[in-house]
């Protein structure tokens, strides 16, 4: 049951990764460029982690896929990355990622990871709320229902496995809500 699991995360994340390359290249989304990068970066990362950690390794790869080509996407459909908010977070991203480097302690390399993947989440929020039409809302859902079956698939449910599949139903459900609520005048 717990790959079934597995297999359906993967398929959520893997779904909403296509639904936003799709909507990209429609032109109903606009990807924010430093987050897409920073979340294919941190792709490669939580993948390693997962991998050391015996955590769910399949929904991670599949978390890594998405971003790494909306990264690409964004460097020519993309918005943002070079506004002082843009350059700013990058290099505290940056500091984050380079003390990530020298801790030994995996539960820290974890919070320094999802430190750095909320930097990325604040830029696209920001965003959505300058403009709510500029994510597809499908793909946030798919992002929440992901992180649930994600955290269904663990064989183990210690603190470290838990984070990120936790972090990532939070952030699709806040965004969901974010990117359906109308913008208030």
């Not at 936003?20 to 792709?43: E, N």
């Not at 943002?80 to 940056?94: K, P």
């Not at 003390?99 to 959505?128: E, H, Q, W, Y």
């Amino acid at each position: 049951m717990k790959t079934l699991f597995s297999l359906l995360a993967m398929a959520c994340s893997l779904s909403g990764g296509v639904v936003y390359v799709v909507s990209v290249l429609r032109g109903h989304a606009r990807p924010q460029r430093i987050t897409w990068l920073l979340w294919a970066i941190l792709g490669v990362v939580y993948l390693l982690s997962a991998l050391r950690s015996q955590g769910n390794v399949i929904y991670t790869f599949a978390s890594f896929i998405g971003p790494f080509t909306i990264f690409l996407l964004a460097l020519k459909y993309g918005v943002g990355g070079t506004s002082r908010l843009d350059l700013v977070s990058l290099a505290i991203a940056v500091f984050a990622l380079v003390l990530l480097m020298f801790t030994k302690r995996p539960i820290l390399s974890i919070l320094l990871c999802l430190f750095v993947d909320a930097i990325g989440a604040f830029l696209t929020i920001n965003k959505i709320l300058k403009d709510r039409s500029s994510e597809p809302r499908i793909m946030w859902f798919l992002s929440a229902l992901g992180g649930a079956f994600a955290l269904l698939g663990l064989h183990d449910y210690r603190l470290e496995n838990l984070l990120f599949p936790t972090y990532i139903l939070i952030l699709g459900l806040i965004t969901f809500t974010l990117v359906r609520s109308p913008q208030k005048a």
